[in-house]
């Protein structure tokens, strides 16, 4: 008996990788395409197939790549560090199944080290083309990244004051099968925060316009401008997935009813497509909430961020006294 242990162990902990990893490539572009969808039904528009996302990625796989005669080595490398950051991560986020004895993954501070470093090298390759339009949105990124990196440790950790844990799997396992915040009303207020997150980290109004060329707005989009054929291929999956797992950690915190702590085929199967279900919510969410909002000037986003840093300095303080 004590050896059929490990082994059963092992094995769910081999199929929350390939299954994580495989729901984050397979679905992210999913979303991506459903938000520009519900963006574009709201303003009576037909807008792109909720599969364009895929096809856009498969027609750039197929360019060539073309660099800037400025660039140096940081161009080159910047999308696979991006790609392999983003995809570690995934692996720190719980998407359906939550296995038993992975210890040393699901740190909260070093998942936020791992989008940050994803971000570091977005913002030096777009300085490295030598382009006037890189420059200004990797500037532009690092003055937004400068104030939202401080508010979204300070909401992290009051998720992590919330369920006493700094480990996702940890966290994810208490709340497994619930409704967290009937007996957690500050979940609430961390639900809100988190959202404000979300918005920031993936580039979207009122902090940015992902669909905007415009040089006097563009962030995100400036940043990328240079990238060619695969590479901007993979620095657009790197965005993608990096909105499914902000995604999926506002999803599983705050409704996890889906999520599963026992390997079984029908169990699992629920579980994603309650997921599958929650996720589609919150992506129509998050295109009625862009098409109603106005991208905000540069000066006035910290307003909203400190609404974010309220909230979750509130809940700290509720945690800790009462």
């Not at 490539?25 to 574009?40: D, E, G, Q, R």
């Not at 702590?261 to 199967?269: C, G, I, N, S």
């Not at 862009?290 to 300095?313: D, G, N």
Request: proline share 4%; aromatic share 12%; charged share 10%.
């Amino acid at each position: 008996m004590s050896a059929a242990a490990p082994v059963s162990s092992g094995w769910a902990i081999a199929v929350y990788c390939v299954l994580n990893l495989a729901l984050s490539v397979a679905l992210a572009p999913f979303f991506m395409s459903l938000i520009k969808k519900v963006k574009a039904r709201v303003q009576r528009r037909e807008g792109p197939g909720i599969f364009q996302s895929y096809y856009n990625l498969a027609k750039l796989f197929k360019k060539e790549v073309v660099y800037s005669s400025n660039s140096s080595f940081i161009m080159r490398i910047a999308p696979y560090v991006n790609v392999v950051c983003l995809l570690t991560a995934a692996l720190f986020v719980p998407l359906v199944f939550v296995p038993a004895g992975f210890s040393g993954v699901g740190n909260i501070i070093l998942f936020l080290y791992l989008l940050a470093l994803a971000k570091f090298f977005m913002a030096l390759a777009g300085l490295d083309a030598g382009s006037a339009f890189g420059g200004m949105g990797s500037s532009r990124e690092m003055a937004i990244s400068s104030i939202i990196e401080p508010v979204a440790m300070i909401v992290f950790a009051s998720l992590a004051f919330s369920f006493h844990s700094l480990n996702l799997f940890d966290i994810f396992s208490q709340v497994a099968g619930s409704v967290p915040f009937l007996s957690r009303p500050t979940l609430l207020l961390v639900g809100i925060s988190m959202f404000i997150v979300l918005i920031t980290e993936t580039a979207r109004i009122p902090v940015d316009n992902p669909e905007t060329h415009l040089e006097l707005t563009m962030v995100h989009e400036a940043m990328v401008l240079e990238q060619s054929g695969r590479n901007l291929a993979l620095m657009e999956i790197s965005a993608a997935i990096k909105q499914l797992l902000l995604m999926a950690l506002l999803v599983n915190v705050f409704l996890p009813i889906g999520l599963v702590v026992d390997l079984a085929a029908l169990p699992l199967v629920a579980a994603l497509s309650i997921f599958f279900i929650e996720m589609v919510i919150l992506a129509v969410f998050i295109g009625f909430f862009e098409s109603y909002c106005t991208k905000l000037r540069l000066f006035r986003l910290p307003t909203m961020f400190l609404i974010a840093y309220f909230l979750s300095f509130v809940t700290i303080l509720l945690e800790v006294l009462v």
